[in-house]
T-cell receptor, first 112, second 112 residues
């Protein structure tokens, strides 16, 4: 079983659509959870950390369900500039000093 | 905003040759990492470095790989005898430990 599993997509959506990405992780001892964004052949960039209480940053909402080992990302009112690959990332450590374990990413393409 | 910088942006090397990839982490960061991403695949952890020693390494990081922080600012990854399968993007990352990891824009390594 993969450590972090995501639907690879691609997700093709029109501008203004709402899109949801799902992710599952296999290690129940995982402590830290993130969504990163990666543009084509560029470095991963942190989109947001994910907390059990859920968190929102503008059009982006992330949720964590530790019991189900499931992480989600919701993007509302999608923009052309949201087109990228979204990486679900997990760390076995509570602080940021530990390694990051990446999913293979879900590709999003937002069309006019 | 401070950045992690990596050089060179693209390195082409003959199989069997040694290669050194260089990174300058953000100046007040304490933890340093190398990740790699083979074309079309997920980002994979290679090694983490703290307090002038390796704190964790993956199965990929075998005896052909080494890391060094020679002068307190640079952080290098050396591959002693490159193989075709070492062709990938190599990302350096750093963090203070209580914040998310910041990634450099990567070195594309091409082994001929």
């Amino acid at each position: 079983r993969k450590e972090v599993e995501q639907d690879p997509g691609p997700f093709n959506v029109p501008e203004g659509a709402t899109v949801a990405f799902n992710c599952t992780y296999s290690n129940s001892a995982s402590q830290s959870f993130f969504w990163y964004r990666q543009d084509c052949r560029k470095e991963p960039k942190l989109l947001m950390s994910v907390y059990s209480s859920g968190n929102e940053d503008g059009r982006f909402t992330a949720q964590l369900n530790r019991a189900s080992q499931y992480i989600s990302l919701l993007i509302r009112d999608s923009k052309l500039s949201d087109s990228a690959t979204y990486l679900c990332v997990v760390s076995p450590y509570y602080n940021q000093g530990g390694k990051l374990i990446f999913g293979q990413g879900t590709e999003l393409s937002v069309k006019p | 905003e401070p950045e992690v910088t990596q050089t060179p942006s693209h390195q082409v090397t003959q199989m069997g040759q040694e290669v050194i990839l260089r990174c300058v982490p953000i100046s007040n960061h304490l933890y340093f990492y190398w990740y790699r991403q083979i074309l079309g695949q997920k980002v994979e952890f290679l090694v983490s470095f703290y307090n002038n020693e390796i704190s964790e390494k993956s199965e990929i990081f075998d005896d052909q790989f080494s890391v060094e922080r020679p002068d307190g600012s640079n952080f290098t990854l050396k591959i002693r005898s490159t193989k075709l399968e070492d062709s990938a993007m190599y990302f350096c990352a750093s963090t203070r430990g209580n914040q998310p990891q910041h990634f450099g824009d990567g070195t594309r390594l091409s082994i001929l």
